[in-house]
């Protein structure tokens, strides 16, 4: 499982441990991932998804995963985020059956 986030495209960073001596040894820096169930009102359904905690916070402040995925660039979005997001769109052109 790689250590990217699947809608910011966000992942680990290098740097230096930097001790009292002025030593620096080189370490990694990796992104706050979280297992989280995001609900689509477009789908009806939940959609699981590896996502930083920042993106968590992005997607409640957008309101809601369908408004966030319709202005994130598809270049910073994983396959399966992708696939979601073409999904949304479909279901948002499609007409609604009343019943």
């Known amino acids: 499982m790689s250590r990217v986030c699947e809608l910011t495209g966000k992942g680990p960073m290098v740097g230096n441990n930097v001790s009292h001596a002025n030593n620096k040894t080189k370490r990694r820096f990796l992104p706050n991932l979280n297992d989280v169930t995001l609900q689509s009102e477009a789908l009806g359904r939940g959609v699981k ?5 920042s993106a968590l916070r992005s997607v409640d402040h957008r309101g809601g995963l369908d408004k966030f995925l319709a202005k994130a660039k598809d270049a910073d979005l994983s396959p399966k985020a ?3 997001k073409q ?3 479909k279901a948002q052109t499609a007409p609604v059956a009343e019943a």
Do not use: F, N, T, V
């Open 49 to 53: 998804l590896r996502i930083s905690a």
């Open 82 to 84: 992708l696939k979601i």
């Open 87 to 89: 999904d949304i769109a």
